[in-house]
């Protein structure tokens, strides 16, 4: 589907209206975050807004549904931005369920409203990336049997449980498997997983977390080709990326107008703190950041299949870490009132973090570039 | 049989390349400079103390472990208590530390229950020990159980003998008895967030409480935020302004907190350490007889600079036991978990990573050690760098852990997203981390500002 750079903006500009609108308002009172309900109302607006998709076999301009110009991904990565400043774990389970629907699209499942927006995506496998050996398969390089055994292992479903965030009333779910040396997808009903609730994860209060076992067959496995279960993961993996990132912008963007606010009004030693140059520094710091985010983005605006993956991943180890520096920045500039719950950074901080862990963490994408590049492992 | 022989990508320990094994085999003067035992790190430290200091860690960590590790989660994952409400789990814990000593131990029998053996020793080493233990086991108890030694820290440093029998001694014993008796240390003012000190270099100071001259004391007006234990304390160092005075008129005011006007507005919805309460105080006509000025009229500055000067090593230990809590989760994740067939801790990047956080934490305890030991009075300059360092490099031992345990790292049940919350405050309370690299810098200025001499570093 055609889409230019006017189209692009006019469509971000209804996503940030909605953003602030709707998300930010529920929002607002950091200490209690948006509810189940609440996330179920604001999701169903988002379909009716054409944010999120309604159907597998729909076509509009929702998040993730296109991947293939310039503009689509700015969008892709503008909308889950602004939702991310209002919300980040708002913005962190659309980004979820819109790529979920990409799976889904991409495998041929065919699904209603209903079961889309219970479905869930598991992009990974139940701990890191795969070591070296997930870029090896990506790059269709010969697999020894380690390679195989890692993978099998990684994305073995019945062993370890995967840890998932997502809304507590999520259906079904759709996760990569190994099967016949090759990621092939299967499409599993939550009443046929072993779930279990955990307690308060660290940050998304909006969502909750689960530890989910596949201990019995059930559910639809798709076996893709070879070829195009490359690239369809490929695709996934780069886009998952890039959401989280964006999504880690969009929060960096709100910590960084609540630190300029508070630095603006808050006085020390006589004068605003915003005058001090310990606060001017991290106020820097934050700048930087966000210089650098937004470059990042800027670079990754173009066709997803022109994207290196090597590429998107070391800006993710890159920016990760950077994001979460600035989100402490924002707390710290705030000193005492920004650790308290009712203020606001102490929740960016805490999702920036899941943010960090999300798909595998940051520490293995060292271990997956060196496959990629060919390094020795 | 629970015992690996070895890691991958490494020798056996009896490897004919692996020569430790050999070092008990040299002659006498080789085994004596040469053979070790491979204790574990604890321990090595532990036996590196002074003898009664290290039965004081010991007995600390044990206590940690018996009472404070169990009450973690539950504590932590409660709702929020209205102010003055003191969880039935958090009330038994403060009636056995005190029956214990633990909320006695800045002085020796028959005032308080310091061993006599620790007496030679700097008593912010004691301290530091027992925080680090009680922090790696629950940050917001460690919190909870410590602040009482900071608001009881003025009755100490003002030096006088009378105070320390007349209040001190009565709070001691009723805590030895199991009648847990808080005191709290409210110095913050309101709008203050980022320095405790906040009035300090304005040129225009407001009192965040002010001390009235009335008939045989003063009254107390004004408001106190982020009063750590505030909510449960019996009685509270408060520190404020005589009327119609600047800052340099800060006063130590003994107060009663159940005299009349005095008024717990609420307690702080925290990140961490939510075992323990960070209250609002609301004081209207408190009235504080004149005996209960603590230290001397226009005394109350000194009394809190020394105060923190006493207490930033402590914090910093807190950074050293919560660094400890992530490296030991992170330590027992990685002995544990298994991806592609074998435990992440024989993978090097992993070995690489726990390495790291092994000599972060150990790093940060031995500059704390070095400063505690030494502080029979502690400098302003140490404190302050041993605070801020310590507790960021805490951090960021605490974020490795995360990293490592990646998508599980956020999990409750991985206890380490809790330690992240419980230690992101202490680069925060205390003055902030850029607030003590500053009063570091103040504390210097005599060696900075001598062009005379070079500046030893």
Sequence with gaps: MYMDTEDSEQLLEEVGRFARERIAGMAARPESPINTDQLTLLTREACELGILPLTTADDGFSIWEHNDVAQAMSFNTGALRHIAYASPGVAFAWHRLALARFVAVQQGLALEQKDLLGMQLVPTGHYGLGRNSLAKWLKAEALSAEDKDMLSDWLDRGVNATTIYAPKDWKSLVWPIWSDDHIAWRHVERKELEVSSGNAQHGFDELAGFAVRQTSIAGKTIKPEPDASRSTYARLLKMDMLGLLSIGAGALDRGRALARDYAGIRKQGGKLIAEHPAVQHMLSDIEITRHNVDMALAAFARPVDELDVGAVAATRASMSPALCHAANQVMQVHGGIGYMRDAGPEKLLRDQNMLKLMSGGTREIHAFLAGWTGAPA | ?457
């Design chain 2, 1 to 457: 049989m629970n015992k690996q022989i070895h890691l991958e990508g490494h020798l056996p320990v009896d490897h004919r390349l692996s020569p430790h094994w050999q070092f008990s085999n040299l002659p006498l003067i080789g085994r004596v400079l040469a053979n070790y035992p491979v204790n574990d790190l604890w321990e090595t430290d532990f036996a590196r103390l002074p003898r009664a200091l290290a039965k004081q860690r010991r007995r600390a960590r044990t206590f940690a472990e018996q009472y404070l590790m169990p009450a973690a989660d539950e504590l932590d994952l409660a709702v929020h208590l209205p102010a003055g409400e003191c969880h039935p789990t958090a009330h038994r814990i403060l009636c056995e530390a005190g029956k214990q000593g633990w909320l006695s131990y800045f002085m020796p029998a028959p005032l308080g229950s310091m061993p006599w053996g620790t007496v030679l020793h700097a008593p912010i080493w004691q301290c530091s020990l027992i925080v680090e233990e009680f922090s790696r086991a629950c940050g917001g108890l460690m919190l909870l159980l410590s602040a009482h030694h900071l608001g009881a820290m003025p009755l100490i440093l003002s030096g006088r003998v009378n105070n320390m029998l007349r209040y001190l001694a009565p709070v001691y014993r009723s805590c030895e008895r199991g009648e847990p008796h808080l005191i709290a240390f409210a110095i913050t003012e309101p709008g203050a967030g980022s320095d405790v000190e906040e009035g300090h270099g304005a040129e225009v100071y407001r009192p965040g409480v002010v001390a009235t001259p009335t008939e045989g004391g003063y009254l107390l007006n004004g408001r106190k935020c982020f009063i750590s234990g505030g909510d449960l304390s019996k009685t509270a160092t408060v520190f404020a302004a005589l009327q119609g005075e600047g800052m340099d008129s800060w006063t130590c005011f003994y107060v009663d907190c159940s005299d009349p006007g005095y008024k717990v507005a609420r307690t702080e919805l925290k990140m961490g350490m939510r075992a323990s309460g960070a209250a609002e105080i609301e004081l209207t006509d408190v009235f504080v007889p004149s005996d209960r000025i603590i230290g001397g009229l226009r005394n109350g500055w000194a009394l809190n600079r020394a105060t923190l000067n006493a207490s930033r090593i402590p914090v910093a230990s807190m950074g050293v036991g919560f660094a400890r809590a992530a490296t030991e989760t992170a330590v027992e994740f990685a002995r544990r978990y298994k991806v592609g067939g074998k435990e992440l801790i024989h993978y090097q990047d992993v070995q690489l990573h726990l390495a790291t956080m092994v000599a972060e934490t150990r790093a940060i305890r031995s500059l704390v050690w070095q400063e505690a030991k030494a502080a029979w009075q502690p400098r302003q300059l140490n404190a302050s760098l041993c605070k801020f360092h310590a507790t960021d490099r805490a951090q960021r031992v605490c974020e490795m852990a995360m990293d490592l345990l990646a998508d599980h790292g956020g999990k409750h049940e991985n206890k380490l997203e809790k330690i992240f919350r419980d230690v992101r405050l202490t680069r925060i309370f205390e003055g902030t981390n850029q607030i003590n690299r500053l009063t570091m810098v103040e504390d210097w200025q005599a060696q900075l500002l001598d062009f005379d001499h070079s500046v030893g570093v």
